[in-house]
């Protein structure tokens, strides 16, 4: 696991605080903004996202229900929806994606940890909060 992978999973599981990923996203350029959307669209699916999340990945993620990604995600099949959000290309688009990525992927990990890994596990993808 990279820095990269690190620190997206530590701002899903809160250990970090979203501005700080705001910060980190900003820096990047964009080509590797659109790598760190597709790794994020990869992890939610793989994390098992649900059309479900939908409603509570906008509001955690602070997003206006008509904001690109919020109505994208809104409109069906949620790992078609990710994809179109992860390949948004303006700058301010791609800043609300990876918002609304992080908070999916909050959601759909936590689900699966507590499902699959409430007895512990080994795959070494989550880190305990800090204290």
């Known amino acids: 696991m990279n820095e990269r992978d690190v620190l997206l999973n530590e701002l899903?599981?809160?250990?970090?605080?979203?501005?700080?990923?705001i910060e980190w996203f900003d820096g990047l350029g964009q080509e590797e903004q659109s790598?760190?959307?597709?790794?994020l669209r990869h992890h939610c699916v793989q994390a098992r996202a649900v059309t479900e999340d939908a409603p509570e990945s906008i509001?955690?993620?602070?997003?206006?229900?008509?904001?690109?990604?919020?109505v994208l995600?809104?409109?069906?099949?949620?790992?078609?929806?990710l994809g179109k959000i992860a390949c948004l290309t303006?700058?301010?688009?791609?800043r609300k994606a990876f918002?609304?990525?992080?908070?999916?992927?909050s959601i759909a990990d936590a689900?699966?940890?507590?499902?699959?890994?409430?007895g512990g596990c080994s795959h070494g993808w989550h880190r305990p909060p800090v204290a």
């Open 12 to 21: 899903a599981q809160g250990i970090r605080p979203i501005s700080e990923g």
């Open 35 to 39: 790598e760190a959307l597709l790794f």
């Open 59 to 70: 509001r955690r993620s602070e997003l206006r229900p008509t904001h690109t990604p919020a």
């Open 73 to 81: 995600i809104s409109r069906g099949r949620i790992d078609e929806q």
């Open 90 to 94: 303006l700058l301010d688009e791609r």
């Open 99 to 105: 918002r609304l990525l992080i908070a999916v992927l």
């Open 111 to 118: 689900r699966r940890r507590e499902r699959f890994c409430s």
